[in-house]
């Protein structure tokens, strides 16, 4: 396929954020390796940097001339380069194919070629062209906080729209992602301000700013606590109640969950906040989304605080649950069992055995699970369990599904006796790259988007 990279480059910015999934996804680690190791003998513009280079940029990075340029397009191995970098979009739409890229891989080496060692200046200029795409995450990072610092009026004036911010911060996210860079943002000031977007007029930058709040604090006790110390929970809990916009509340009901988890001032701030109140209403939310995000964390703080049962209950989260249980989406109505199921094992008074509708509730899952085939089957197996428990609990007898054989199925035991998954081999393998001492190096595949403050 005979593609420039400008072309390339317009048939990518339709994909939107495609290029982030070319290093998210680390794809193009595992591309470039390939074509240093077995295709020594051309010289290799390292044709993943190229592509993420011209989707940023027409311009080529100073290490590259035209000549080198031109020389490599005329290769067979420039057309199947963009070939797959093609293939890799619609990774970044799908998830990798790593099956695809083995495939790949395998296809275009025999074995039976003898790659040529790089010259000193070949290798030079091949670090040149990599190191010319490396950014300072600290650096970029102070250079976002500014931003997020100006006033809103100066960014108008120089024409910084909310779709800018966005994604701005959408890259500040990617950043946070390193626990590193998520506990240094507060050093070089740019917690506060981000909290402070919580607070925007625009529902996309509330909603983001959430989003990367939740990325921050998510499994990090120390940017839990810094967040808690900064207040940041009164905007979260603003926007997760009250704000107009449903995909900025259930961001910040997100950021919430991961704020408050293996966090028990968080839970205590919560619980305080007249959270549980708010997560009652959030479940006659028509959001779908909203719904499974609340379910979760119900049952989350069921689990880890069973005497919050009795106060769950008397603000009438029995009935509500009750009635999720009929949904069609699958998750709420597997949440809702799951809430039901914490809530029976404490209060007996859930227990309502004069509730027909409930009954009927289970027994058109019940009828439904029955006539379901083994695939489906086991797509159910924490509802075909839950199902069956709450029925022992409200009627005092098995359900159907027990005697039928389908609570626990011969492959959900076999499923059990399995050895748990290896996840220590990979540890002594070689690396497909040398170890960074820093993670801001796991972002130094991505072109610097340009900042949009003048000078």
């Keep these: 396929m005979e593609m420039d990279f400008v072309k390339f480059r317009k048939l990518t910015q339709d994909f939107g954020r495609a290029e982030r999934a070319f290093v998210k ?10 074509l240093l190791i077995n295709h020594g003998d051309v010289l290799v513009a390292n044709p993943g ?3 993420i280079a011209h989707m940023e940029t027409p ?3 100073p290490s590259i001339s035209e000549d080198k340029l031109q020389a490599y397009h005329s290769t067979t191995l420039y057309k199947s380069t963009i070939d797959t970098g093609l293939r890799f979009v619609d990774m970044a739409k799908e998830g990798p194919n ?3 890229l083995l495939k790949w891989s395998i296809a275009h080496s025999d074995g039976t070629g003898t790659a040529r060692k790089l010259s000193e200046d070949d290798r030079k200029w091949f670090m040149e062209a990599m190191q010319a795409q490396t950014i300072d995450v600290v650096k970029r990072m102070k250079e976002i906080t500014l931003v997020m610092q100006t006033p809103d009026n100066i960014l108008e004036e120089q024409g910084v729209t909310s779709t800018d911010l966005e994604g701005m911060l959408d890259e500040l996210q990617d950043h946070v992602e390193s626990i590193d860079m998520a506990n240094d943002l507060h050093s ?3 917690l506060t301000p981000l909290l402070n977007y919580l607070k925007s007029s625009h529902a996309n930058i509330r909603a983001k700013a959430a989003e990367v709040v939740s990325t921050i604090v998510q499994n990090n006790p120390k940017s839990q606590q810094l967040v808690m110390d900064a207040n940041g929970m009164e905007p979260l809990l603003s926007n997760f109640t009250s704000d107009d916009d449903v995909t900025s509340r259930t961001k910040a009901l997100g950021a919430i969950s ?3 988890r293996h966090n028990r001032p968080g839970i205590q701030a919560f619980r305080l906040s007249n959270g549980y109140a708010a997560l009652r209403d ?3 939310s028509e959001s779908v989304r909203f719904q499974r995000k609340a379910l979760n964390l119900i049952q989350y703080l069921l689990q880890e605080n069973p005497s919050d049962c009795s106060v769950v209950t008397e603000l009438g989260f029995p ?3 009750r009635h999720l249980a009929g949904s069609e989406d699958a998750e709420v109505r597997e949440g809702a069992l799951s809430g039901l199921h914490e809530l029976a094992k404490v209060e007996s008074s859930v227990v309502e055995k004069d509730d027909e509708k409930f009954k009927q509730v289970l027994q058109d899952r019940i009828n439904d699970i029955s006539m379901m085939s083994l695939e489906d089957l086991a797509a159910v197996r924490e509802e075909r369990q839950l199902v069956d428990s709450l029925w022992t609990a409200y009627y005092n007898e098995p359900s159907s599904l027990r005697e039928k054989g389908l609570v626990v199925l011969p492959e959900d035991e076999d499923d059990a006796q399995k050895p748990p998954p290896d996840v220590a081999s990979k540890v002594f393998e070689s690396p497909l790259r040398p170890p960074s001492s820093n993670d801001e190096k796991s972002k130094s595949d991505k072109k610097e988007t340009p900042l949009l403050l003048g000078p």
């Design 319 to 321: 009935r509500i649950l």
């Design 98 to 100: 790593w099956d695809g």
């Design 282 to 284: 959030a479940l006659s």
């Design 188 to 190: 070089i000031g740019g």
């Design 258 to 260: 991961s704020l408050i």
């Design 49 to 51: 940097i190229e592509i």
């Design 25 to 34: 996804y680390d794809c193009l680690t595992v591309f470039d390796k390939f």
């Design 59 to 61: 311009s080529l990075p």
